[in-house]
């Protein structure tokens, strides 16, 4: 059974470009949420997308935006790149309601 | 709203001996709290988790956790540490009834030595 699945590893932007990140969630979980981890921090929620649509929203601006597919899978799309947008960026994935979630490894993210 | 706070940002223990990590909530409904452990240049697996059922939980690899409401606690426990324990580890919280957006605290770097 495969886990939640992230792509890519790792990645370079500049300043003022647009990135996307994308996630697969483990099998037969139908929620999946998005968070950043900046160095020496814990992680801090983005936004969660269930039914396609986005449920939850952390503290986070509009240039940060997502999509959920029919099939569960989920992206994470940052406009408009700042220095400060270098983190770790995870996804989790986990059944609707106040269930444990799933992390993948994670995408490594570094604005130059 | 709820929140996290770990207190020891580091914790350094010799091998064999006892690992205490600490973690006090806030919650203005019953909470369901998670431990979650992040080796380097990884993501997070979950060690165990608390929802409302028995307040002494066990996890994997040894950890056990225990609620305790007139505390706010639940701190994290494991009888004798191991080499292989040393890692990241994060508290989060999570409200019942509402969906599984978790807050995480700021995490404790667990170091073993010999």
């Known amino acids: 059974d495969a886990g939640v699945t992230q792509s890519p590893t790792h990645l370079i932007k500049t300043r003022g470009q647009q990135v996307t990140l994308r996630c697969s969630p483990k099998?037969?979980?139908?929620?999946v949420s998005w968070y950043q981890q900046a160095l020496g921090q814990g992680p801090q929620f983005i936004f969660q997308?269930?039914?396609?649509?986005?449920?939850q929203r952390g503290n986070f601006p509009d240039r940060f935006s997502g999509h959920q597919f029919p099939n569960y899978s989920s992206e994470l799309n940052v406009n408009a790149l700042l220095l400060g947008d270098s983190a770790l960026y995870l996804c989790?994935?986990?059944?609707?309601?106040?269930?444990?979630?799933?992390f993948g490894p994670g995408t490594r993210l570094t604005v130059t | 709203a709820q929140s996290v706070t770990q207190l020891g940002s580091h914790v350094s223990v010799s091998e064999g001996a006892l690992v205490l990590l600490r973690c006090n909530y806030s919650?203005?409904?019953?909470?369901?709290l998670f431990w979650y452990v992040q080796y380097p240049n990884q993501g997070l697996q979950l060690l165990l988790k608390?929802?409302?059922?028995?307040?002494l939980v066990k996890g994997i690899n040894g950890f056990e956790a225990e609620f305790k409401k007139s505390e706010t606690s639940f701190h994290l426990t494991k009888p004798s540490a191991h080499m292989s324990d040393a890692a990241e580890y994060f508290c989060?919280?999570?409200?019942?009834?509402?969906?599984?957006?978790?807050?995480f605290g700021t995490g404790t770097r667990l170091q073993v030595t010999l």
């Open positions: 919650s203005s409904v019953p909470p369901y």
């Open positions: 989060a919280v999570t409200l019942t009834g509402t969906a599984s957006k978790l807050t």
């Open positions: 989790a994935s986990s059944l609707q309601g106040p269930y444990e979630q799933y």
């Open positions: 099998s037969g979980h139908d929620t």
């Open positions: 997308y269930y039914e396609e649509e986005e449920r």
């Open positions: 608390y929802t409302s059922a028995a307040t």
